[in-house]
């Protein structure tokens, strides 16, 4: 719950400080006096976006901070999750800079806003008179049903089947779009497979063959050179390696009287060694190496079919051909295959859409279980509410078809007379008797909900005399569970509550001050008369808040 709310160069607000207690809180004020800006400013710190006009000294920054009591709310893992430090009592901060930058802290620790609204709707729920709109709106009917159920643990878990469910189907809608496609290209794409299959590819192949090709093309002049060689080294008497071995027997001989000999003899030895090698080497490729017309003709037909494949194909290399190849077998067995694997995704989606339908079925039963008592409840606090022939009817009517949330359609039937045949509560009701729907279904929905604060904004529009005391009634008794803030223009309203506060407007500033006993007779006393204060005034305050008259001695 908010135990206390700063606000600083926001608006009208210069510097605004707010505790609240931990049961009914009461805010009152002229119409202008600043009362939406200070809900304004709590919406920012719970994540709203920032709009222009947010400071009042453009000069200087705009802070918002507020304390807030999160023990037993079941939040540690939001804290977890976003890797911020649980403490049992939180402070939330946002910072607006003259930039219009914002920062947003929790726990000192920055945050996104994201993570702001996280906690904020966990946090606190406002309501406002505007927001009594919000019965036209399906998923709010059912979201609100679904508390009441207890059901929102399965609604959640039917929601993600129901997503998967969705995913397979647009993934058959793809597969089918897809084969379709192919299967117009299917003859040109099997001849370009055929193709491949034919030139038999193998990856390397044309560097190896470029390198085979460039012997044969040039043989007769490698043969030359080879043959060079081998005359250099082996002729006759005068061949190098001759000469050599004779020059090594040479050295050996005078190696007795010459230190030096045996160390050149060997590396003589050495070099007559390796030009024997070397003369094999030659030797072996002068014999292999022949002008091979044949081979020739073969290897270059061979490289012209990869680069021809190459230039269609619009590729570079041989490697990127092999890819094109693997793409287009690929497309062709897709075609091929495709009504096996259409056929499994078939069968995946009769699965999900079973196990939807189960759980769907399992919501309908908790939803019509849980409309009756929701109905009677809500009935019972309109007769509170000054309504004693009013109907009201949740009807769970099933859409023949899954959705989101279920198979159902949820609507609140409204009556103001019994006589009268229901209708949609938001296409019949007054202002007033939508505002005393709203009253009863928030009261009802917060002992499940379990939310530290509730926030009311005027919810009391369009009502007066006892109805309004009614209102008042169940505002406070909500009260005794839960953290209330009611903003009110009704002294029956305003009488309720155990905080008193009072915002209005000081040359253009707005202020905020907590009422004393006698302050509170004064403020509810004016809201009664007007800005002219009677005596008849001050004793029905004194009344509302039951608080004896004074007396005066003679």
Not at 42 to 57: A, C, F, P, V
Not at 133 to 162: K, N, W
Not at 541 to 550: D, M, Q, S, T
């Amino acid at each position: 719950m908010l135990r206390r709310l700063s606000v600083e160069n926001y608006a009208l607000i210069e510097k605004l400080d707010l505790e609240l207690d931990t049961h009914l809180n009461i805010i009152t004020g002229e119409t202008g006096a600043g009362k939406s800006i200070l809900l304004g400013a709590l919406g920012l710190l719970l994540g709203n976006k920032n709009d222009s006009g947010t400071l009042r000294d453009e000069s200087r920054s705009c802070v918002i901070e507020g304390v807030f009591d999160v023990e037993g709310y079941g939040l540690e893992s939001i804290f977890e999750q976003n890797d911020i430090d649980y403490e049992p009592q939180t402070i939330i901060r946002r910072m607006i800079a003259p930039s219009g930058k914002s920062r947003s802290f929790v726990n000192d620790v920055p945050v996104s806003l994201a993570v702001l609204r996280e906690l904020g709707v966990r946090l606190i729920d406002i309501h406002s008179q505007h927001r009594n709109m919000i019965l036209s709106d399906e998923a709010f009917r059912t979201s609100a049903l679904d508390t009441l159920a207890g059901a929102t643990a399965d609604v959640e878990a039917y929601g993600a089947v129901y997503a998967e469910l969705r995913g397979a189907e647009r993934e058959a809608e793809r597969m089918v779009a897809e084969a379709d496609t192919l299967r117009r290209d299917e003859e040109w794409l099997r001849y370009q497979v055929e193709e491949f299959e034919a030139a038999a590819l193998k990856a390397g192949e044309l560097k190896e063959a470029e390198s085979e090709l460039a012997v044969l093309e040039n043989a007769d002049q490698i043969g030359e050179a080879l043959t060079t060689v081998r005359n250099i080294l082996d002729a006759d008497e005068v061949g190098v390696l001759e000469q050599l071995a004779a020059a090594e027997n040479a050295v050996r001989h005078v190696s007795r009287n010459y230190p030096a000999g045996e160390e050149i003899a060997s590396r003589l030895h050495s070099v007559v060694a390796e030009l024997k090698d070397l003369g094999q080497v030659v030797a072996d490729d002068s014999e292999r190496i022949d002008a091979n017309p044949e081979r020739l003709q073969h290897l270059t037909e061979r490289v012209n079919l990869i680069y021809s494949l190459c230039q269609k194909h619009r590729v570079q290399s041989l490697e990127e051909l092999l890819s094109v190849q693997e793409h287009l077998s690929a497309q062709l067995h897709a075609i091929t295959h495709s009504d096996e694997a259409l056929e499994r995704q078939r069968a995946k989606i009769a699965t999900l859409k079973d196990k939807a339908e189960k759980q769907a079925t399992k919501i309908h039963a908790q939803r019509e279980k849980a409309a009756k008592g929701m109905s009677k409840s809500i009935v019972q606090s309109l007769v509170q509410l000054g309504m004693p022939e009013a109907c009201f009817e949740v009807e769970v009517v099933d859409a023949g078809a899954l959705m989101p949330s279920g198979r159902d359609h949820i609507r609140f039937m409204f009556s103001a007379n019994a006589r009268m045949t229901a209708q949609p509560v938001e296409k019949i009701a007054s202002g007033g008797e939508t505002s005393r729907v709203m009253l009863s279904l928030k009261a009802l929905l917060a002992e499940r909900s379990k939310l530290p604060t509730i926030i009311f904004d005027e919810i009391d529009t369009g009502v007066s005399g006892r109805i309004a005391d009614a209102m008042g009634d169940i505002i406070s008794a909500l009260g005794e569970n839960m953290q209330v803030v009611a903003i009110t223009h009704l002294p029956q309203v305003a009488s309720k509550g155990e905080s008193h506060f009072v915002v209005y407007k000081e040359q253009s500033t707005t202020r905020l001050t907590r009422l004393g006993e006698d302050d509170r007779i004064t403020e509810i006393a004016k809201m009664l008369s007007g800005s002219e204060i009677t005596s008849a005034a001050m004793s029905q305050a004194r009344i509302l808040l039951g608080v004896e008259p004074k007396t005066t001695l003679f």
